[in-house]
C-alpha cells in the first residue's frame, strides 16, 4: 500500500525556518506530482506548494510565496518544503500527497491527490 510518509514538523518561533520531508515507497516516484497541504482545526484542508514529476514546475499558494520552496529527488523517492520567515498562520498539520498527473502537470486542488500521508504538526510561536 502506498503510504506517503511526512516528517521535519515541530514547533519553532516566528521568523524561524523548518525543512519537511515526505518519502515514499511502493510506486514509481516520478510518476507522481507531489504537493503539500495544510488543515487547522475546522477548516478545510488548503493547498500550499506543488511540483511537477520533472521537479522542473512549481506553483505556491499565494501566503507562502517567496518564502517556502518545494523541491524533489526523484532517485531518493523524495520531496522537500523548505519553510523559511514562517509566521504564526503557518502554523498547521502538514500533509504530503501524490497525484498521478503529465510529466509538466502540478496539481494544486485536492481531489487530484490519490495518496496522502498521516501529517506532520508544525507550531509556530511568537
Known amino acids: 500500500q502506498v503510504q506517503p510518509v511526512e516528517s521535519g514538523g515541530g514547533l519553532v518561533q516566528a521568523g524561524g525556518s523548518l525543512r519537511l520531508s515526505c518519502a515514499a515507497s511502493a510506486l514509481t516516484f516520478s510518476n507522481y506530482a507531489m504537493g503539500w497541504f495544510r488543515q487547522t482545526p475546522g477548516k478545510d484542508r488548503e493547498f500550499v506548494a506543488a511540483?511537477?514529476?520533472?521537479?522542473?514546475?512549481?506553483r505556491y499558494t499565494d501566503s507562502v510565496k517567496g518564502r517556502f520552496t518545494i523541491s524533489r529527488d526523484n532517485a531518493k523517492n523524495t520531496v522537500w518544503l523548505q519553510m523559511n520567515s514562517l509566521k504564526l498562520d503557518d502554523t498547521a498539520v502538514y500533509y504530503c500527497?501524490?497525484?498521478?498527473?503529465?510529466?509538466?502537470?502540478?496539481?494544486?486542488?485536492?481531489?487530484?491527490?490519490?495518496?496522502w500521508g498521516q501529517g506532520t504538526q508544525v507550531t509556530v510561536s511568537s
Open positions: 511540483v511537477s514529476r520533472s521537479g522542473g514546475n512549481t
Open positions: 500527497a501524490l497525484a498521478s498527473a503529465s510529466w509538466f502537470i502540478v496539481p494544486i486542488t485536492t481531489p487530484a491527490y490519490n495518496y
